[in-house]
């Protein structure tokens, strides 16, 4: 069974620019978590999907975020337009069940200069 | 608001020495996990405690789970190379949504 796949591994932006970050769950997991860890900090919590709905973006930094998860497959979560404070590596994982195990892709390393 | 402080951050040790990663949180929670991280990789689950007392081993590395002094550790016996990673713990709780709040993670080099 193939894992969480994130799309790209890096991106390396400039600052102003638009970067669209995607994710493909494992087949069958309802639940999608996006996560980000900003260098030196925690993983920090962005938001999590049931299906196509959003059932949680308290983690949200800001609307320059914004996260679809159109048909209840993979998601994308695009930032417009980029600021340095949002490099890191964004995380996403996804869970059979809401409360689930959570298994989680490799990231995607984001830098904005 | 549940927090979770991780310590030490960074740990340099010599292969088949033990070692402990301690992580504390602020409230309750429901759930404490332990996940590991090789660089580049994703962020493997490595344990999931459920209770007080609860303890869990694989291989070479035992977790434990106090919840009353909201503790859980990591204890890692004669430590080996293919150990150095990073470890995050990480907590739940229902009236949270479930979603995961992280400690920093304690970056772990054995060496020869």
């Known amino acids: 069974e193939a894992g969480v796949t994130q799309f790209p591994s890096h991106s390396v932006i400039e600052k102003g620019q638009t970067v669209t970050l995607r994710c493909d769950p494992i087949s069958g997991h309802d639940n999608l978590y996006w996560y980000r860890r900003v260098m030196g900090k925690e993983i920090k919590f962005l938001l999590h999907?049931?299906?196509?709905?959003?059932?949680?973006e308290s983690g949200m930094p800001n609307n320059r975020f914004l996260a679809e998860r159109t048909g209840g497959t993979y998601s994308t979560l695009k930032v417009q337009p980029a600021e340095l404070e949002d490099s890191g590596v964004y995380f996403c994982a996804s869970s059979q069940a809401q409360g689930g195990e959570q298994y989680f892709g490799p990231g995607t390393r984001l830098t904005v200069t | 608001e549940l927090k979770v402080e991780q310590n030490p951050l960074f740990l340099s040790m010599q292969e088949g020495k033990n070692y402990t990663i301690y992580c504390n949180y602020s409230?309750?929670?429901?759930?404490l996990y332990w996940y590991r991280q090789d660089p580049g990789k994703s962020l493997e689950s490595l344990f999931v405690?459920?209770?007080n007392g609860a303890v869990k081993q694989e291989g070479r590395l035992m977790a434990s789970l106090d919840t009353k002094a909201r503790l859980s550790t990591l204890h890692i016996t004669a430590a080996v190379h293919d150990l150095s990673a990073t470890y995050f713990c990480a907590v739940d709780r229902a009236g949270n949504n479930r979603k995961l709040i992280w400690g920093l993670g304690t970056s772990l080099a054995v060496n020869p």
């Open positions: 409230t309750t929670s429901d759930r």
């Open positions: 999907f049931v299906k196509e709905s959003k059932q949680d």
């Open positions: 405690l459920l209770s």
